[in-house]
Each structure stands twice: as structure tokens, then as C-alpha cells.
Nanobody
Framework: VQLVESGGGLVQAGGSLRLSCAASGSTFSIGAMGWYRQAPGKRREYVATITSGGSSTNYANSVKGRFTISRDNAQNTIYLQMNSLKPEDTAVYYC?????????WGQGTQVTVSS
């Protein structure tokens, strides 16, 4: 399974971005998927996850109400709609996918929020 993120960039505080993560390979075996992020000098942290069918989602408290995760299984893609962005959201955002008991990661996409 390969995961490729896109959609990062530079945005002003209060703005919006939508990240995409396209899966390829043995996509039929992918279960839950989600997003994590890592800011400079900090550990990677959880952002949001979505179940394989897309019926259930979870969010970190820091993004709840501002970010929305969604999934299009026909396109083997998940999305992260990020609204009301804050400078503290600046980080490299990584796509994550679970296949059986193995974790897969994308290469990351940079999101920078200016104040």
C-alpha cells in the first residue's frame, strides 16, 4: 500500500485548506485511515481518523469543530478539510492507513499558517 498526500501550502490564519491522501496498491485491504501531524521540534501527534466504511470519525480536541475528515472509497482517497486555521496548526501532515496489523504512512505535506 502506498499513500500520497497533496494539498498542503501556505495560508493566513483563519483560512482553509483541504488535504488529500490517495492510496494505491492493495487498497482493498485498507481499514481505518487518518491524519497525523508533526511540528518542528515536536513529536508526531494524532489529528483525526475515519473507519473503513467512513461511518465513524474521531478528532483530536485541538482540531475538533474546525477540521473534517472524509473518505471516498471509490477513489481510494481520504480528505482533511481544515477551516479556521491557526498558526499552531503549522506542521507536516502525514496520512496514515492500517492494513491488518501494519501501519502505512505517506511522505507528508507541509501546512504553514501565517499570523
Amino acid at each position: 500500500v502506498q499513500l500520497v498526500e497533496s494539498g498542503g501550502g501556505l495560508v493566513q490564519a483563519g483560512g482553509s485548506l483541504r488535504l488529500s491522501c490517495a492510496a494505491s496498491g492493495s487498497t482493498f485491504s485498507i481499514g481505518a485511515m487518518g491524519w497525523y501531524r508533526q511540528a518542528p521540534g515536536k513529536r508526531r501527534e494524532y489529528v483525526a481518523t475515519i473507519t473503513s466504511g467512513g461511518s465513524s470519525t474521531n478528532y483530536a480536541n485541538s482540531v475538533k469543530g474546525r477540521f473534517t475528515i472524509s473518505r471516498d472509497n471509490a477513489q481510494n482517497t481520504i480528505y482533511l478539510q481544515m477551516n479556521s486555521l491557526k498558526p499552531e496548526d503549522t506542521a507536516v501532515y502525514y496520512c496514515w492507513g492500517r492494513v491488518w496489523r501494519d501501519d502505512y504512512w505517506g511522505q507528508g505535506t507541509q501546512v504553514t499558517v501565517s499570523s
